[in-house]
């Protein structure tokens, strides 16, 4: 079933993402993964096109645009060629960091730091994150503890998308509380500040070109200033901006498991076994059909998602539900894919056999695909209860 969720001026839109992708993404795929980073070049160019930053207001050096169906355009186009990586760091970018200083930043925080969010200068983190926290946020312990105008941050995260290259972190952070138990609470650290120091670039499974690092934070002085939003309200923070994480996690889910039925159907419909292609035995006909049938039916979903999300309407709920569906329905498509290619799926040449490493967090990462069941099961049964 085609999609229409895009229309002319999104279409447009896709010629310039296409050419980046053609002409900045695709011929150093390879050489990312190898050096374990992405260059800075790559952001700055993505920056010149148009392609970071949609939603920040033109005062600040963005177009202003809320319809986030332009950002499906440039999270479908890098998927398409399997540039999860860069994906993962363009959607840190804009979705979640940018997005949280739009959100909760003071016009001069904003001033400061967004325009360098459009044009590529800027690379942000947030850190949630720690060793001994995983989906919990309510296990943090990194403290922020005020001294004077400033407040004196100590802890350490991990798993930090863009902790190497990162120009500021928000970091999520414990602050006193008149029940003693502290409350979470938001500051951005910016690069070169005292006590700020990258740990290890963690060697991971997949997404070898996204740089994954461990932050320590030794008594780095926070200035007031970089405080953002209310000191206190940072769980709050959170959990408003987890359906837009989660959203995106699923588009990318879902555009990079259309990328991979269209690798499989050109693969099996090429290659021969016993005398005729692939693509002739019923097995792989009935694979192929069923996994095409689900898409479509997670893309129905995803686009009302997408819609809602554009309208300030998406529900954490639906956000689960949509990260849940999508990234399961990434992993069997891949899986069987790859499954379908053989000997040959196994190969790094060939996409598919990226596409099924780097796809594996996808049901860990933005809150794990059970704390999304979790999510759901909590919301069905309180609406129940009141319906009875």
Same mark, same amino acid.
């Given at each position: 079933?085609?999609?229409?969720?895009?229309?002319?001026?999104?279409?447009?839109?896709?010629?310039?993402?296409?050419?980046?992708?053609?002409?900045?993404?695709?011929?150093?795929?390879?050489?990312?993964?190898?050096?374990?980073?992405?260059?800075?070049?790559?952001?700055?160019?993505?920056?010149?096109?148009?392609?970071?930053?949609?939603?920040?207001?033109?005062?600040?050096?963005?177009?202003?645009?809320?319809?986030?169906?332009?950002?499906?355009?440039?999270?479908?186009?890098?998927?398409?060629?399997?540039?999860?990586?860069?994906?993962?760091?363009?959607?840190?970018?804009?979705?979640?960091?940018?997005?949280?200083?739009?959100?909760?930043?003071?016009?001069?925080?904003?001033?400061?730091?967004?325009?360098?969010?459009?044009?590529?200068?800027?690379?942000?983190?947030?850190?949630?994150?720690?060793?001994?926290?995983?989906?919990?946020?309510?296990?943090?312990?990194?403290?922020?503890?005020?001294?004077?105008?400033?407040?004196?941050?100590?802890?350490?995260?991990?798993?930090?998308?863009?902790?190497?290259?990162?120009?500021?972190?928000?970091?999520?952070?414990?602050?006193?509380?008149?029940?003693?138990?502290?409350?979470?609470?938001?500051?951005?650290?910016?690069?070169?500040?005292?006590?700020?120091?990258?740990?290890?670039?963690?060697?991971?499974?997949?997404?070898?070109?996204?740089?994954?690092?461990?932050?320590?934070?030794?008594?780095?002085?926070?200035?007031?200033?970089?405080?953002?939003?209310? &000191?206190? +309200? /940072? @769980?709050?923070?959170?959990?408003?901006?987890?359906?837009?994480?989660?959203?995106? !996690? %699923?588009? #990318?889910?879902?555009?990079?498991?259309?990328?991979?039925?269209?690798?499989?159907?050109?693969?099996?419909?090429?290659?021969?076994?016993?005398?005729?292609?692939?693509?002739?035995?019923?097995?792989?006909?009935?694979?192929?059909?069923?996994?095409?049938?689900?898409?479509?039916?997670?893309?129905?979903?995803?686009?009302?998602?997408?819609?809602?999300?554009?309208?300030?309407?998406?529900?954490?709920?639906?956000?689960?539900?949509?990260?849940?569906?999508?990234?399961?329905?990434?992993?069997?498509? &891949?899986? +069987? /894919? @790859?499954?379908?290619?053989?000997?040959?799926?196994?190969?790094?040449?060939?996409? !598919? %056999?990226? #596409?099924?490493?780097?796809?594996?967090?996808?049901?860990?990462?933005?809150?794990?695909?059970?704390?999304?069941?979790?999510?759901?099961?909590?919301?069905?049964?309180?609406?129940?209860?009141?319906?009875?």
């Amino acid at each position: 079933m085609r999609s229409d969720l895009f229309e002319v001026d999104h279409e447009a839109y896709r010629q310039t993402v296409r050419r980046f992708v053609e002409n900045d993404v695709v011929p150093n795929l390879e050489r990312w993964d190898e050096q374990r980073s992405i260059d800075r070049e790559t952001w700055l160019a993505a920056g010149k096109l148009g392609l970071l930053g949609l939603s920040i207001p033109e005062e600040y050096g963005g177009s202003g645009v809320t319809d986030y169906r332009f950002r499906v355009v440039v999270i479908s186009e890098l998927a398409r060629v399997g540039a999860a990586a860069l994906q993962s760091g363009f959607s840190t970018n804009d979705d979640i960091v940018a997005n949280y200083i739009l959100r909760q930043g003071s016009a001069d925080q904003k001033r400061r730091w967004l325009p360098g969010f459009t044009t590529g200068e800027t690379i942000g983190a947030i850190a949630m994150t720690e060793p001994g926290t995983g989906s919990d946020l309510r296990g943090i312990k990194t403290t922020a503890v005020q001294d004077g105008d400033a407040w004196v941050v100590n802890g350490s995260k991990t798993f930090i998308t863009s902790g190497i290259l990162a120009d500021l972190v928000i970091v999520v952070v414990r602050t006193p509380s008149s029940d003693g138990s502290g409350a979470l609470s938001l500051v951005v650290v910016e690069d070169g500040m005292p006590g700020f120091h990258r740990g290890r670039q963690l060697h991971k499974v997949g997404l070898s070109a996204q740089d994954t690092a461990e932050l320590v934070f030794d008594d780095v002085r926070v200035p007031q200033e970089n405080v953002l939003g209310e &000191i206190g +309200a /940072g @769980l709050h923070y959170l959990m408003d901006s987890l359906s837009l994480e989660r959203l995106g !996690i %699923a588009l #990318a889910a879902q555009m990079s498991a259309e990328a991979a039925l269209q690798w499989t159907v050109s693969y099996v419909t090429e290659r021969k076994a016993f005398g005729k292609s692939i693509s002739e035995f019923q097995n792989t006909g009935f694979v192929l059909a069923d996994l095409a049938t689900r898409i479509d039916m997670v893309r129905a979903f995803l686009d009302r998602a997408v819609i809602q999300h554009s309208h300030g309407e998406l529900s954490p709920t639906d956000a689960a539900k949509a990260k849940l569906a999508a990234t399961e329905l990434q992993w069997d498509v &891949i899986d +069987a /894919g @790859l499954q379908l290619h053989g000997g040959y799926g196994y190969m790094m040449e060939y996409p !598919i %056999a990226k #596409a099924f490493i780097d796809a594996r967090v996808q049901r860990i990462y933005g809150g794990t695909n059970e704390i999304m069941k979790e999510i759901i099961q909590r919301d069905l049964f309180s609406s129940a209860d009141r319906r009875s």
